[in-house]
């Protein structure tokens, strides 16, 4: 005997079949958070001392792609070696312009001029003479988890201090600096404040190294 079908069970069956067809459609993708330095941290007080000018050359970024915005992490704990990136943040410029910008900041600061050194470009000088360039390489910007709970932002930068000449550069001094800088939370948003912190601190010993290789 064939079941009666009523309208409300005929209802009841097309609700199911509308809930699971919906329950395979393709779910919106989330949106990706974009990251950038923040506001800048206090700057310490110099003494009020003339400081020699400076030119500042674009901070290359060996181990990043150009143009690449990706926020990098590490598990320490498993594999350093790789470089992984989160899939939901990304920075609002490539680092290595982010680091020379706050770089810059931390480098005017107690007046001194900093120029710019593009290559290619004119030795650069001021009132005639020729100032020294400071080349920085940025060799490691990522979130580095020591466990799975414990993480630091690491900011490693080479920096090189030439007299450019027509001839050949002529080196006054390198050193590399490095800052690992305590994560808050094992996340993306902590590691980047992190990283953000690094760059500050970073900055801060660049900033008293120049100082220190200027009066030699």
């Known amino acids: 005997m064939r079941a009666l079908i009523t309208p409300r069970r005929a209802w009841c069956w097309a609700a199911v079949v509308w809930l699971a067809g919906c329950s395979t459609l393709p779910r919106p993708p989330q949106a990706v958070t974009r990251y950038d330095l923040g506001a800048p941290a206090a700057l310490a007080a110099l003494p009020a001392v003339a400081l020699p000018a400076v030119a500042l050359g674009p901070v290359q970024a060996p181990l990043l792609a150009d143009g690449s915005t990706l926020v990098h992490y590490r598990l320490a704990y498993a594999d350093a070696q790789v470089l992984r990136a989160y899939t939901q943040a990304r920075w609002s410029v490539p680092p ?34 020729r100032v020294p360039v400071l080349r920085l390489a940025l060799e490691e910007f990522s979130h580095v988890f020591t466990t799975a709970q414990d993480s630091v932002g690491w900011v490693r930068v080479r920096a090189t201090l030439v007299d450019p000449a027509p001839q050949g550069d002529v080196l006054l001094a390198q050193r ?41």
Request: glycine share 10%; aromatic share 2%.
């Open 96 to 129: 290595a312009q982010m680091v020379q910008q706050r770089l810059r900041e931390h480098l005017t600061q107690g007046g001194r001029v900093v120029l710019s050194a593009a290559p290619g470009e004119a030795l650069p000088s001021v009132q005639g003479r």
């Open 176 to 216: 590399v600096l490095e800052v690992r800088q305590p994560a808050s939370a094992p996340n993306a948003a902590a590691g980047v404040q992190a990283l953000a912190q690094g760059v500050d601190v970073l900055g801060g010993a660049l900033t008293q190294w120049l100082q220190t290789v200027s009066k030699r």
